[in-house]
């Protein structure tokens, strides 16, 4: 079953650059989504290679932010970021082996998840301590 993979203003974290790469991540995803609907598995698997290059960038970036706010669970969520990109390196060897469809379409959906959950739940985690922190709207990066 595919995920949806529009974004929605209530996905918003309000800090405009971590927004901004989410919806990045997404829009990679869509035109994922679409090239394994279009049958290119080449396209697909460097399209997967770049959601996992962006992803990489875009952890390292909300880390580095994090830390210069001193958000206190800074350790816990780049733990949480280490698990997805492992579980996406994961699922890029099964799409690199997969032969048929049902094995692509089913690495695809595991990696929508992960990301959809790091967009929408995992960064839920902090939004709290910047709303309380005042730094919702300030662009200090
Ligand atoms: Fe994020
Ligand atoms: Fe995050």
């Known amino acids: 079953m595919s995920v949806d993979l529009e974004w929605y203003d209530e996905y918003s974290i309000g800090i405009r650059f971590i927004d901004e790469e989410h919806k990045g991540l997404l829009s990679i995803m869509r035109a994922l989504r679409d090239s394994v609907e279009a049958n290119d598995l080449e396209e697909a698997k460097l399209l997967t290679e770049t959601l996992i290059d962006q992803s990489k960038k875009h952890f390292l970036h909300?880390?580095?932010?994090?830390?210069?706010?001193?958000?206190?669970?800074?350790?816990?969520?780049?733990?949480?970021?280490?698990?997805?990109?492992?579980?996406?390196?994961?699922?890029?060897?099964?799409?690199?082996?997969?032969?048929?469809?049902?094995?692509?379409?089913?690495?695809?959906?595991?990696?929508?998840?992960?990301?959809?959950?790091?967009?929408?739940?995992?960064?839920?985690?902090?939004?709290?301590?910047?709303?309380?922190?005042?730094?919702?709207?300030?662009d200090l990066f």
Do not use: P, W
């Open 62 to 138: 909300e880390e580095n932010y994090l830390q210069h706010i001193g958000f206190d669970g800074l350790e816990e969520h780049k733990d949480y970021h280490k698990e997805l990109i492992d579980q996406a390196i994961e699922v890029k060897k099964i799409c690199e082996g997969a032969t048929g469809d049902k094995n692509l379409e089913a690495c695809i959906d595991s990696m929508e998840k992960y990301m959809i959950d790091d967009v929408i739940s995992g960064d839920v985690a902090f939004k709290s301590f910047l709303e309380y922190k005042g730094y919702i709207g300030r």
